[in-house]
């Protein structure tokens, strides 16, 4: 144990191939999502499912499906996961010739083929504001930072709310930034969520947590 946390390794699994880096990590229930670069423009990207014993403890790990990409970077970023779909938030990224980031969006069907449902580029795309800093799955709402993007406030960045459902790339998200964000805050560098709460930090030293409310609750 470490400090009085156990921990056991049920696991180890070696990529054959030649990776220049590791694109992300994320995982949902007994899923989970990985992305590699291979030498070269190849993107490579794994989902995984863990298997247990009949007490529920983990025992075993296996690759259910592989999404492979060439070119224009689609699957290195930041990446989130409900266990249905997967979202990469990649804010360095240009699309139609403008660098405002953009997010992959991939749905993983029930016999683990990996579905691309296309690229989530914000209603009003503007070089440099780095949309897909931050990607998190709250409930049924994919969360999309863009921690550079302008405001009416001192501050810049803002959080847009996409619903996906089933294979049709969602449109018209909802949107909020807060009304108090001071010059040099990035507002959706990341965001954190747990139980009704999400933590959208705003650059190095500022945190912003909000309460969230479901169903009209």
């Not at 220049?20 to 990207?45: D, H, M, Y």
């Not at 405001?151 to 803002?158: A, D, M, N, S």
């Not at 969602?170 to 999400?198: C, L, M």
């Amino acid at each position: 144990s470490i400090n009085g946390l156990s921990h056991r390794k049920i696991h180890r699994y070696v990529h054959q191939g030649s990776f220049s880096n590791t694109g992300g990590i994320a995982s949902a229930g007994n899923l989970f999502v990985t992305s590699l670069k291979e030498a070269g423009k190849k993107q490579r990207l794994f989902v995984w499912k863990v298997g247990r014993d009949t007490s529920g403890q983990p025992n075993s790990i296996k690759k259910i499906g592989s999404l492979t990409k060439a070119g224009r970077n689609q699957l290195i970023g930041r990446i989130a996961t409900n266990g249905k779909f997967v979202a990469i938030g990649i804010p360095g990224s240009t699309v139609n010739g403008l660098a405002s980031g953009s997010v992959t969006l991939l749905m993983i069907e029930t016999n683990g083929t990996i579905k691309d449902l296309g690229s989530l580029t914000p209603p009003n795309a503007k070089a440099k504001m780095r949309f897909g800093s931050s990607v998190a799955f709250v409930k049924d709402a994919l969360l999309v930072g863009s921690s550079h993007e302008v405001t009416e406030q001192e501050g810049r960045g803002k959080i847009y709310a996409y619903y996906p459902k089933e294979d049709i790339l969602p449109i018209n998200p909802s949107s909020f930034y807060p009304i108090e964000s001071k010059t040099g805050e990035t507002f959706g560098s990341f965001i954190a969520f747990s139980n009704n709460r999400i933590a959208v930090a705003a650059g190095n030293s500022v945190i912003y947590i909000y309460e969230l409310k479901f169903d009209g609750s």
